[in-house]
Every structure is written in structure tokens, then in C-alpha cells.
């Protein structure tokens, strides 16, 4: 049964940051494509960064440089380290990973910026 569980959310002012884990059971973690999308209010769920079995990374333009997806195989677990964060960073954030058969995801975290 595959699991995937993030946390990390949780409230900032603008120009802080968070980082979201998303520790993932039940898969062969290291050969997975591993990524992040948010959802805000009223919008539809929006990728935000990926990160492939081999370290490489794509990132909404939002997002880059501002934004830092990393992967430890050895613990299951993804990352998003988000740095100067924004009041349009606001949403629920969710881990991904696609596989042949199927979309896996996690329940999602809730990360808001405050002005």
C-alpha cells in the first residue's frame, strides 16, 4: 500500500520560509519521479516542482529561484525548501509521485503567507 505523508506547513509572514517533507512508503522511492503541486482557493492544483530518479529538477516559473526541491533516497523522503515565500504561495501543497499504474498522493499540507 503506497503512502505518501507531508508536513512541514504551517503559517509565515511574506518573505519567510518553510520546509515541506514528504516521506513516502510502500514504492521503490529512488526509481520514482518524485513532485510538489499546491492548490489555492477557487484554483485549479498547479505543479510546482518535480525532481526525477536522477537528481533532475523543473520548477514552475513562480517558483524558481526562490524554491528548492531535493530528494533522500535513503529516508523515502522529497523536499521543498521554499524561501522567500509570498501571500500567492498560499495553498495546500501536496506531494506526487506518478507511476505506470497509477497517481500517488499524499493528503496535503496547508502552507499560508501572511502580508
Known amino acids: 500500500q503506497v503512502q505518501l505523508v507531508e508536513s512541514g506547513g504551517g503559517l509565515v509572514q511574506a518573505g519567510g520560509s518553510l520546509r515541506l517533507a514528504c516521506a513516502a512508503s510502500?514504492?521503490?522511492?529512488?526509481?520514482?519521479?518524485m513532485g510538489w503541486y499546491r492548490q489555492a482557493p477557487g484554483k485549479q492544483r498547479e505543479l510546482v516542482a518535480k525532481i526525477t530518479s536522477n537528481g533532475r529538477t523543473n520548477y514552475a516559473d513562480s517558483v524558481k529561484g526562490r524554491f528548492t526541491i531535493s530528494r533522500d533516497n535513503a529516508k523515502n523522503t522529497a523536499y521543498l525548501q521554499m524561501n522567500s515565500l509570498k501571500p500567492e504561495d498560499t495553498a495546500v501543497y501536496y506531494c506526487?509521485?506518478?507511476?505506470?499504474?497509477?497517481?500517488?498522493w499524499g493528503q496535503g499540507t496547508q502552507v499560508t503567507v501572511s502580508s
Open positions: 506526487n509521485v506518478p507511476t505506470f499504474a497509477r497517481d500517488y
Open positions: 510502500g514504492i521503490i522511492f529512488s526509481v520514482n519521479t
